[in-house]
C-alpha cells in the first residue's frame, strides 16, 4: 500500500491500478467526473505535503516545443546557488528532459506518462518521493506538451505557468482558452525571433488578458537572456513569500 494515495499497487513508473472507476452504464462524462474527483483529492493530499515541507510548487504546461525544458535550464543554471530545486519531468517516452535537467547538477526524476498525454496527482506523488522535500525550495513540474488536458488535473501545484512560444501564433490563448485561464503566470517565449516573424506580440498580451485578466505576463528569450531577471525575481519573492508562510 503506497502512504500518499492508498493504493495497493506500487511497481516504479509501471504503476497500475485496478480501481473499477469506470462506469457499468458507460457514461463518458460520470468516468470523468469520478476520475477528476479522484485526481482532485490526491492533488489536495500533495498540497497539503507541499504546504507542510513549505515548498513552493510550479507546474509548467504548454504546447510541445515551446522551450519549457529550455526554461527550466536556464533558470536552473542562474539560481541553482541561491535557492534548492528538484524537477519532475513528464513526457510520454524518453528520459531526454530529465538528462537535459540532471545536467545541470539539480535533481531531476523522469516520469513517462506512456500514451497518456498529462500528468496527474497520483504520479507526482510517487515522482516527488526520489526528493528529500525537507531540503527543497522550489519544485518544478514540466507538464507533457499538450495545451489541453494538462488545463483539468490539478497537480497540488501553487500555480499552472503556461509557456507560449511566438512560433505558435498570436492566437493560442483564444484557441485553449482553458489552458490560459488555469494560469496564474504566462510566459511569452522565444522573443528573440520577433524580428523574423509576423508575430504581434501586443494583440497576443490582448488575447491574454481577455481570458484571464489577472495573468502575470513575463516576455523573455531563452536563448538571448532577455527578460530573464524579471522571471527570476518573481520566482525570488515567491520563495521568500513561502518561508515567511511557513514561519507564521
Ligand atoms: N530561438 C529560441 N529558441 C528557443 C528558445 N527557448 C527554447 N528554444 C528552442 O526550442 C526548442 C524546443 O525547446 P524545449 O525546451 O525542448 O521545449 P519543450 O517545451 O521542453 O518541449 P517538449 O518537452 O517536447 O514539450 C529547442 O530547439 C530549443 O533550443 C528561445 O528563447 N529562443
Ligand atoms: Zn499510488
Ligand atoms: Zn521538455
Ligand atoms: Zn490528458
Known amino acids: 500500500m503506497c502512504i500518499d494515495c492508498g493504493c495497493s499497487e506500487r511497481t516504479g513508473q509501471a504503476h497500475h491500478h485496478h480501481d473499477h472507476d469506470h462506469d457499468h452504464d458507460g457514461r463518458t462524462i460520470r468516468v470523468e467526473e469520478n ?40 533558470t536552473l543554471r542562474a539560481l541553482k546557488d541561491e535557492l534548492r530545486f528538484a524537477v519532475l519531468e513528464g513526457d510520454q517516452q ?45 519544485l518544478l513540474i ?5 495545451l489541453v488536458c494538462p488545463a483539468s488535473f490539478d497537480l497540488g501545484e501553487d500555480s499552472k505557468v503556461t509557456v507560449l512560444s511566438i512560433t505558435e501564433g498570436e ?13 496564474a503566470i504566462v510566459i511569452v517565449n522565444k ?24 495573468a502575470r505576463i513575463f516576455e523573455l528569450s531563452c ?15 515567491q520563495v521568500a513569500a513561502k518561508r515567511q508562510q511557513a514561519q507564521s
Open 35 to 74: 476520475l477528476l474527483a479522484k485526481n482532485d483529492r490526491l492533488a489536495a493530499a500533495n498540497r497539503v505535503r507541499f504546504t507542510r515541507h513549505g515548498l513552493l510548487t510550479l507546474n509548467l504546461v504548454s504546447s510541445p516545443g515551446s522551450g519549457k525544458t529550455t526554461l527550466l535550464e536556464t
Open 94 to 138: 524518453t528520459s531526454n528532459d530529465a538528462d537535459r535537467i540532471a545536467a545541470t547538477g539539480v535533481p531531476a526524476h523522469q516520469i513517462n506518462t506512456g500514451a497518456g498525454c498529462h500528468l496527474d496527482a497520483h504520479m507526482v506523488a510517487h515522482g516527488v518521493d526520489h526528493f528529500d522535500l525537507d531540503n527543497l525550495d522550489v
Open 142 to 146: 514540466e507538464n507533457v506538451g499538450n
Open 171 to 183: 492566437d493560442k490563448p483564444l484557441k485553449y482558452p482553458q489552458m490560459f485561464r488555469a494560469a
Open 191 to 214: 522573443i528573440d525571433l520577433l524580428p523574423h516573424l509576423d508575430f504581434d506580440l501586443d494583440q497576443c498580451r490582448q488575447f491574454i488578458r481577455q481570458v484571464n485578466p489577472q
Open 223 to 237: 536563448r538571448s537572456g532577455a527578460g530573464m531577471d524579471a522571471w527570476y525575481d518573481w520566482l525570488r519573492a
